[in-house]
């Protein structure tokens, strides 16, 4: 695979896009070495115990909201995003940040149900990490 999205002529992250082209595909997945220590890529070692032994291991299809934030006020990457509920979704082997992107702020609550969907920044169209009700 290319550095370059060649529809948008801008560098991928190789690590991270690569996990987002498989998140949209129906197919997340984190990183477990022989240990049990969990993690998300990009990642080469194990960030509890250094093995570079990392497999990859399919994500929960659901996962439930450990806590979240509301930002009113965002960085410019994100202005025409506002507000936004921030979220860090508890899957199981892992903790996932994201944006609830189908519902109003206002009506996000610690553990609701959610899954995982890659979605696009309305500000930059970027891809962002985003979660949608079950």
């Not at 560098?11 to 991270?16: E, H, K, L």
């Not at 996932?96 to 995982?116: C, F, K, M, N």
Request: hydrophobic share 30%.
């Amino acid at each position: 695979m290319s550095n370059t999205d060649a529809d948008t002529d801008t560098v991928r992250d190789a690590g991270f896009d690569d996990w987002l082209d498989a998140a949209e595909d129906g197919e997340a997945y984190y990183l477990e070495c022989p240990e049990g220590h969990t993690s998300l890529p990009p990642r080469r070692l194990c960030p509890e115990c250094g093995s570079a032994d990392l497999t990859e291991q399919p994500l929960p299809d659901t996962g439930e909201i450990a806590t979240f934030t509301v930002t009113h006020v965002p960085t410019p990457a994100f202005e025409d995003d506002a507000p936004y509920a921030t979220a860090i979704v508890d899957f199981g082997p892992v903790r996932v940040t994201g944006q609830i992107v189908d519902r109003d702020p206002d009506e996000v609550e610690t553990g609701q149900t959610v899954a995982l969907d890659i979605t696009r920044s309305e500000t930059t169209d970027e891809r962002v990490i985003g979660f949608t009700s079950v």
